[in-house]
C-alpha cells in the first residue's frame, strides 16, 4: 500500500512528529496538498523506523518498498529522512543487504561519499597500503555492488583533482574489486555504455593503440567524466588525462 497515494486517515489522530505540517505553499489549495504529503511521509516514516527496531529481523522487502515511496520526496525532504535513510544504510551494510543499498546510494549517498571523502584525507603512501585503512575496509566491504561502484567511481572522477590521493584510491578500488569477483561481474559493474570500452581496455598492452586512443578520445568528447574513469580505472591510458 503506498501511503503517499491516498488521502489521509484523520480517524488515526496520529500527530506528526517526524515531519512540520506547517510548511509554505503557494496557496491554500497548495498548503492543503502540502500538509496531506506532509502527513502521510510521516506515517512511512513511522513505518520504516518501526520495521527497523523491530524485535525480530526487519523485513528487507517492506523497507524496500519504503524506500521506494520516498524517493520522489528525497531532495525536498531531505532533512527530514535522512535520520531513517542513515538508520537504514547501515543496517544495509551491517547485513550485508545489498538490494537495500543499491537503493540508498542512489538516494542517499551521503554516507558513501563521507566515507570516501575520509579516505581520501588520510596520509597513505600508495594503493597498496591503503588497503590496510579501516575505512577502506569498510568501502571494500560494499564496493561490489553496482550502484556503489558507479556512484564512488563517478564521485572521484568529478573530484579528482581535490586530492593528492585520488590515483591511489581508484587504483586500490579497482585492484580489490578485480581480485574478489569473476571478471565477468567486474564488466557489468560499470554502466552500459561504457562496459564494452571496459572490456577492451582490460585486455589492452599497448598505451598508444590508435584505435583504442580514437575511442578514448571519443568518449573524452562525448562526456568527460565517463572518459575520466575509464583512463583512472586503467592507468595504462592515464597519459591522456
Known sequence: MNLLERPPDESLGRTNLILSNDRTCDDEEDSCHCREISHNLSLVLNMGFSELHSSSEPNERVLSDLLDQLVPFSECFAENLEGFLRQTWHYAVRSSKSNLINRLVAIFPKEVDSLVEKILKTNFVDSTSIQDNDDFISLANIICNEEVFRHVS????????????????????????????????FLKLYSTELSSIVAILNEAINPDDPLVLALLEQVKQENYFNFLILVTHFPLFLHLK
Open 154 to 185: 563517478l564521485h572521484l572522477a568529478e573530484n579528482y583533482s581535490n586530492y593528492p590521493n585520488s590515483q591511489s584510491l581508484i587504483s586500490a578500488i579497482v585492484r580489490y574489486v578485480k581480485s574478489n569477483i569473476a571478471k565477468s561481474k
